[in-house]
């Protein structure tokens, strides 16, 4: 039990670095976009978006900006 609690302690570390922020952005993106290829209907998509504390702005990838030259 003591271990079980352990791991979950050590899974909650703050974000430090702003490599980590976009990480987890990346991951957040990813679990939008999964989960609104894979719902029914609108509705259904703002359910489960709801459900998972996930908002279906974070699922727009940016365009990258036009390479000059």
Do not use: W, Y
Not at 14 to 36: F, G, K, N
């Amino acid at each position: 039990m003591r271990e079980h609690l352990r791991e979950v302690a050590d899974f909650n570390v703050p974000v430090t670095s702003a490599e980590d922020t976009e990480l987890i952005a990346d991951q957040r993106r990813r679990a939008v976009r999964a989960v609104a290829s894979a719902a029914r209907s609108a509705e259904d998509c703002a359910l489960l978006l709801d459900a998972l504390g996930l908002k279906p702005g974070e699922g727009v990838t940016p365009v990258p900006a036009q390479r000059l030259g």
